[in-house]
């Protein structure tokens, strides 16, 4: 069975940074895409970026588009989460996924179509 770890979450001021990683206890080529969601406390987790392991192409969630970057090294096995300019609006538990091939570039970003997911991290923006 797949297991996900995530780290590097953190107290950061706002315009700070962050960079999440996430290991997988088994080769992430075996993966069709992998992503990063986050749920903000009286919300519905949802996506911030994913990436599709063969070609890696990447998807953004609009509220994160150029301050965000997802990026993964395949030999660490590790998903990884460069965040920067962070707003007291990105304060949550982020967590990393893995799909085996159901996910598809139109719901890549959709948090019902990935069966395998870490534990989480928070992440915490002060103003």
């Known amino acids: 069975q797949v297991r996900l770890q995530e780290s590097g979450g953190g107290s950061v001021p706002t315009g700070g940074s962050l960079k999440l990683a996430c290991v997988s206890s088994?080769?992430?080529?075996?993966?069709?895409?992998m992503a990063w969601f986050r749920q903000r406390p009286g919300r519905e987790r949802e996506g911030v970026a994913a990436?599709?392991?063969?070609?890696?192409?990447?998807y953004y969630a609009d509220s994160v588009k150029g301050r965000f970057t997802i990026s993964r090294d395949t030999i660490a096995n590790t998903l990884y989460l460069d965040m920067n300019d962070l707003k007291p609006d990105d304060t949550a538990i982020y967590y990393c996924?893995?799909?085996?091939?159901?996910?598809?570039?139109?719901?890549?970003?959709?948090?019902?179509?990935?069966?395998?997911w870490g534990q989480g991290t928070q992440v915490t923006v002060s103003s």
């Open positions: 996924a893995e799909d085996r091939g159901a996910v598809h570039m139109g719901n890549a970003l959709q948090a019902s179509p990935y069966n395998i």
């Open positions: 088994e080769f992430t080529y075996n993966a069709n895409y």
């Open positions: 990436i599709w392991t063969p070609v890696g192409s990447t």
